[in-house]
């Protein structure tokens, strides 16, 4: 009773929590994050769930269609179990699009910090080294990246990372440049804070959001890069399953057998398209203005 | 005043350039083994490696050796092909050509599907076609284009066989415009898919905030008619919005038409880098890399003192 008529005590939120209220308040938001939920869950319990080895010939049959006996997706053109390389191809798309969104993020903050909050010179050498950057379309400096270290996991991760580098790094820069001139910023630096302190404990906690949501609008697209990476035969080598490799290997038998094709063509689809939609719905709660 | 303006965009242009002719030098560098071989490929004899050192300067010191390369390159020698022993030049030029032709009718497809749904769907945001606009929108901005040119091919070319599945030409007796019309049709729908998705929603978006504004209101008090509305009033304000837009688009529409190629078989520049890529012929790589990147780089220059001109005689008006 007494409970219900105290007032909250006056102790102010974290911006932290206060953040995770808001998202977690917003219904569309939510269930989108459970559908990707779902799907780390399946990357993660791969070996659980998935029903037969996906590295091993399991069906009597290569390109077995949908829904053939003990194998529900079919079986790929090595008679592999179509289902089993789709799960875990799941592992490796959320590994090569993540790990070097966060990567990059990580980076691209500490960069756009330091330009941002320098000015000057150091701004201007940065912006002018970005500017080569933007002048490869993102797949051609992917592909280049990606040709000249040669094939492989790493390979493809450091390229989404160096894709993705100036693009991130650009953001964090402005969004520096807009919390610098705020009054307690200033208020920090004519107290004689020093420059690591005012940077780390006002400017940084002020500046990561807009860094954050941009990153998170990136991911769908490098899912689709990466997979592109994989198709031409960029990526982990056969016969670990990838989806852009398995859509590959899937063209070959197209004629026949087109769902060899399509199902990991479609995964690819979806979780970009999931990730598209996580992060327009994190654009338009944080800064409804850029929505469209 | 406008001499300035043109004169700063290429000083900026000039120090790209410059920056990209040293990521496709360095690309040399991180090719995996020695130059030479890389170069020459893994058959080649000792002495043909040495003639080759002495020639790219390949023992100085590497400022040396970007100079004598970008001498080379401005003149035209890209170096010789392994795969094909051709002139790298002689290589890319008519694939740059067969590329452009490709590219061209995606962005003709991808600006007009683009715009016309874009302004469908902001005429009346919130109805039917708008929500399955939005969806399609969605759904193909998430494509690879790699995937859904297989698609296209399963049914297109066959299933129904409206179209050939690959190649520009017929194999025997062909060539002539409407054998390779028919042949581009698949390749440019699938190169145009993700841009003209992301031009639908932005052209919405622009077109949503126009007919916001107070003279379109104006102007529909009056009693002028929506198709009129949107035709004269609008889309004259929205003009250098949406060329904004498109610039912006061709990063993506360029990597499309990469992937497009090895998919459909197109002999142009994006099949020449992915074979250049899988035989480690190097030198292809970097003469490809460059003629991309210098395009991409010339086109925005154009987009952005075309934009600046609009944006001035708009000020004028």
């Not at chain 1, 400096?141 to 492989?152: K, N, Q, R, T, W």
């Not at chain 1, 894709?163 to 910023?185: C, D, F, G, H, K």
């Not at chain 2, 190649?167 to 003209?196: C, E, Q, R, Y």
Request: charged share 10%.
């Amino acid at each position: 009773m007494t409970a219900a008529t105290n007032p909250a005590p006056l102790r102010p939120k974290s911006a932290l929590s206060e953040t995770m209220a808001r998202l977690l308040g917003d219904k569309p938001l939510v269930r989108l994050l459970i559908c990707l939920a779902v799907l780390v869950l399946v990357a993660v319990l791969a070996p659980v769930i998935s029903p037969h080895d996906p590295l091993k010939a399991v069906a009597d049959l290569s390109n077995m269609p949908i829904g053939s006996d003990g194998l529900l997706l079919g079986s790929d053109n090595q008679a592999r179990d179509l289902l089993a390389r789709t799960i875990y191809g799941t592992r490796i798309s959320l590994v090569v699009a993540i790990v070097p969104t966060v990567a990059a993020t990580t980076l691209s903050v500490a960069i756009g910090l330091l330009a941002g909050y320098a000015g000057g010179r150091v701004d201007a050498a940065l912006m002018a080294v970005l500017d080569v950057f933007f002048a490869f379309p993102i797949v051609l400096l992917a592909i280049a990246v990606a040709g000249v270290m040669g094939p492989g996991l790493l390979t493809i991760m450091v390229s989404i990372f160096v894709v993705l580098l100036p693009y991130i790094t650009r953001v964090a820069r402005t969004s520096t440049m807009q919390v610098t001139q705020r009054t307690y910023v200033e208020a920090a630096r004519s107290a004689g804070a020093p420059a690591g302190a005012i940077l780390v404990r006002y400017v940084l906690p002020n500046m990561i959001g807009p860094v954050l949501v941009y990153a998170t609008t990136l991911i769908g697209l490098m899912i689709v890069v990466a997979s592109g990476l994989s198709f031409l035969g960029l990526g982990v080598q056969p016969p670990t399953a990838d989806w852009g490799a398995m859509v590959a290997e899937g063209s070959g038998v197209l004629r026949g057998s087109p769902h060899v094709t399509f199902v990991p063509g479609a995964m690819i689809v979806l979780t970009a398209l999931l990730f598209n939609l996580i992060g327009d719905r994190l654009r338009d709660l944080f800064d409804p203005r850029k929505g469209s | 005043m406008i001499v300035h303006a043109i004169l700063g965009r290429t000083a900026r242009v000039a120090f790209v350039l410059f920056g990209v002719s040293v990521i496709v030098f360095g690309l040399l560098q991180f090719a995996p083994g020695d130059v030479a071989t890389a170069l020459l490929g893994p058959q080649a004899s000792d002495s043909a490696k040495e003639l080759l050192r002495e020639q790219l300067g390949l023992n100085k010191p590497i400022v040396t050796q970007y100079f004598l390369w970008l001498g080379n390159t401005l003149q035209g020698d890209f170096g010789v092909s392994i795969i094909s022993r051709n002139t790298v030049l002689g290589e890319v030029v008519p694939r740059f050509l067969n590329s452009v032709l490709l590219a061209s009718a995606a962005l003709v497809i991808a600006i007009i599907l683009g715009v016309t749904v874009g302004i469908a769907s902001a005429a009346r945001a919130g109805g039917f076609f708008d929500r399955t606009s939005s969806a399609s929108v969605q759904v193909f901005g998430a494509m690879p284009p790699f995937w859904l040119g297989l698609v296209l091919v399963y049914f297109f070319a066959l299933q129904f066989r409206w179209f050939p599945a690959t190649g520009m030409t017929k194999t025997f007796g062909g060539g002539d415009a409407w054998d390779i019309a028919n042949h581009l049709v698949l390749p440019a729908v699938t190169a145009a898919a993700a841009s003209a998705a992301v031009i639908v929603r932005m052209v919405r978006a622009v077109f949503l905030e126009v007919l916001g504004s107070d003279y379109i209101l104006v102007a529909r008090a009056r009693g002028v008619r929506s198709w009129r509305l949107l035709m004269h009033h609008a889309l004259p304000n929205c003009m250098p919005h949406v060329l904004n837009i498109i610039g912006l688009q061709l990063g993506y529409l360029i990597g499309g038409t990469l992937f497009t190629e090895v998919v459909f078989a197109w002999p142009g520049i994006g099949q020449l880098l992915y074979k250049a890529i899988l035989g480690r012929d190097v030198a292809v790589v970097q003469a490809c890399v460059l003629f991309i990147a210098l395009s991409f780089v010339l086109i925005n220059l154009a987009v952005d003192l075309i934009n600046d001109f609009l944006a001035r005689k708009m000020r004028q008006s």
